[in-house]
């Protein structure tokens, strides 16, 4: 049997008691709303730090890499220059 049968939807609904909450459980209900967005706040907060930190420890990579790159440059230099002293007889190593 179909609610149109026995009278309708708006009949049905008519003999639904009202919906009430009690104060307290409007509070509990907006203090929870309060949580979950400070919650979803925070988790925001947390992603943007952790993005923020594999950033810098990316920058730190790269720069680390130029120091290396940078102090293998250095060393050959060095060892070019003793070589050429060494030629000229300025140098012993």
């Given amino acids: ?12 609904f ?4 009202p919906f009430r909450m009690d104060p307290e459980d409007v509070d509990k209900e907006i203090e929870t709303d309060d949580a979950v ?3 979803e706040t925070f988790l925001s907060t947390m992603q943007d730090l952790q993005l923020q930190v594999q950033e810098k420890d990316q920058t730190v990579r790269n ?14 230099q060095g060892r070019t220059i003793q070589m050429l002293l060494a030629r000229e007889g300025r140098f012993k190593g």
């Fill in 1 to 12: 049997m179909r609610l149109s049968d026995r009278g309708g939807a708006n009949q049905t």
């Fill in 14 to 17: 008519a003999r639904l008691p």
């Fill in 37 to 39: 967005r400070d919650m």
């Fill in 63 to 76: 720069q680390a890499e130029m120091l290396r790159e940078k102090d293998e440059l250095v060393r050959e």
